[in-house]
C-alpha cells in the first residue's frame, strides 16, 4: 500500500546543485522517519542522511556541510538538497521509510527501512 517514488536525478558538473525529491503515497507520512542512501556501482548502498517527523536530521559524514534533507509533511514530500556536488557522489540514490515515535532513534541502517523507493541516478562529471 505505501509506496514511495523517488524525482529529481540527472547529470551534473562538480560543484553544481541538484534537488532530489519523494513523494509518498499511502500510509501515514507523518510519522514515517525518512532517509536517502545510495549506492555507487560496485559499492554497497551507503547511508546519506534521515529525518524524524519532528524534523531532527542526521547526516553522514561524506555529506556534512553539502547535503541537507527536509520534509515537507503536509504535502508528503520529502528532499535532498545537494550543494557543491563531486565526482564521488555519483550513484542511484534511493528514498526509504520507517514507522516511528517521537522517540525512535535515528538510524543508519537499511535494514531499519520498510519501504524503498526505485531510485533516482545522480552523475556528477569533473
Known amino acids: 500500500q505505501v509506496r514511495l517514488v523517488e524525482s529529481g536525478g540527472g547529470l551534473v558538473q562538480e560543484g553544481d546543485s541538484l534537488r532530489l525529491s519523494c513523494k509518498t503515497v499511502?500510509?501515514?507520512?507523518?510519522?514515517?522517519?525518512m532517509g536517502w542512501f545510495r549506492q555507487a556501482p560496485g559499492k554497497e548502498r551507503e547511508f546519506v542522511a534521515t529525518i524524524t517527523w519532528g524534523g531532527t536530521t542526521l547526516s553522514a559524514d561524506s555529506v556534512l556541510d553539502r547535503f541537507t534533507i527536509s520534509r515537507d509533511n503536509a504535502e508528503n514530500m520529502v528532499y535532498l538538497q545537494m550543494n557543491s556536488v563531486k565526482p564521488d557522489d555519483t550513484g542511484v540514490y534511493y528514498c526509504?521509510?520507517?514507522?516511528?515515535?517521537?522517540?525512535?532513534?535515528?538510524?543508519?541502517?537499511?535494514?531499519?527501512?520498510?519501504?524503498w523507493g526505485q531510485g533516482t541516478q545522480v552523475t556528477v562529471s569533473s
Open positions: 526509504a521509510a520507517r514507522y516511528s515515535t517521537l522517540q525512535t532513534p535515528l538510524s543508519r541502517i537499511a535494514n531499519e527501512y520498510a519501504y
Open positions: 499511502g500510509g501515514t507520512f507523518a510519522r514515517y522517519a
